[in-house]
């Protein structure tokens, strides 16, 4: 109940097309949903994030969309670019009962943007 | 500023080897976190210090021993590891104020290789 399925494992997306990851949880009292950003021979950076009060959250080209009644939550890049190409982990956890910050994260995925 | 630094960016140590990595943040943090990272995985949570305590120990075998001599500093001793410890190790840090709720900023890793 503690895992987040992500999916794909890895996408090739055309320059200027849409990107699109998908990540799915169990545990209903997870409230606060990252998406990491990482480069190769970087750490992850946050790139977005959500609550489960809003069902859509835009950042730039950058989209969560939320579905709380189905458990799932989705990260839209349009416009895609080369310089996107990295691995994306989305994220869960519970800020109200966890201790100490305890992200579950997602199995990742490798999207690489074909000029 | 929200870098955080990690010393040395690569590390090779035999088994019977002693060495430390080092994390570095200047922005005030007060929660700090160790993560392992293997190749396409997603970080592990290893440990983490909530003003300078130890708040969490992900059941991490004793051959990795942490310390938080100041609130800006997060040391982590390596002692007689074995070839399958080699991985990326991560920095993170967090305001503090709410672990669970707060944005953890990661540094680059440590990779390390143990021969």
């Known amino acids: 109940q503690q895992q987040v399925k992500q999916s794909p494992q890895s996408l090739i997306v055309q320059k200027g097309g849409i990107s699109i990851i998908n990540c799915a949880y169990e545990?209903?009292?997870?409230?606060?949903f990252p998406w990491y950003q990482q480069f190769p021979g970087k750490g992850p950076a946050l790139l977005i994030a959500?609550?489960?009060?809003?069902s859509e959250k835009k950042e730039g080209r950058f989209t969560i969309s939320f579905n709380k009644s189905a458990k799932q939550f989705s990260l839209h890049i349009m416009d895609s670019q080369p310089g996107d190409s990295a691995t994306y982990f989305c994220?869960?956890?519970?800020?109200?009962?966890?201790?100490?910050?305890?992200?579950?994260f997602g199995q990742g995925t490798e999207l690489s943007v074909k000029p | 500023d929200t870098e955080v630094t990690q010393t040395p960016k690569h590390l090779v140590m035999g088994m019977t080897n002693k060495k430390s990595l080092k994390c570095e943040q200047h922005?005030?943090?007060?929660?700090m976190y160790w993560y392992k990272q293997k190749a396409k995985k997603p970080p592990e949570l290893m440990f983490v210090?909530?003003?300078?305590?130890?708040?969490i120990n992900e059941s991490v075998p004793s051959r990795f021993s942490p310390e938080c001599p100041n609130s800006s500093l997060l040391n982590l001793h390596l002692h007689a590891l074995q070839p399958e410890d080699s991985a990326l190790y991560l920095c993170?840090?967090?305001?503090?104020?709410?672990?669970?709720?707060?944005?953890?900023?990661f540094g680059p890793g440590t990779r390390l290789t143990v021969l």
């Open positions: 993170a840090s967090s305001q503090g104020r709410d672990p669970a709720a707060d944005t953890q900023y």
């Open positions: 545990n209903t009292a997870f409230d606060y």
């Open positions: 959500i609550r489960p009060d809003v």
């Open positions: 994220a869960a956890i519970n800020t109200v009962y966890n201790q100490g910050g305890k992200l579950i």
């Open positions: 922005m005030g943090h007060r929660a």
């Open positions: 210090y909530s003003y300078e305590k130890l708040s």
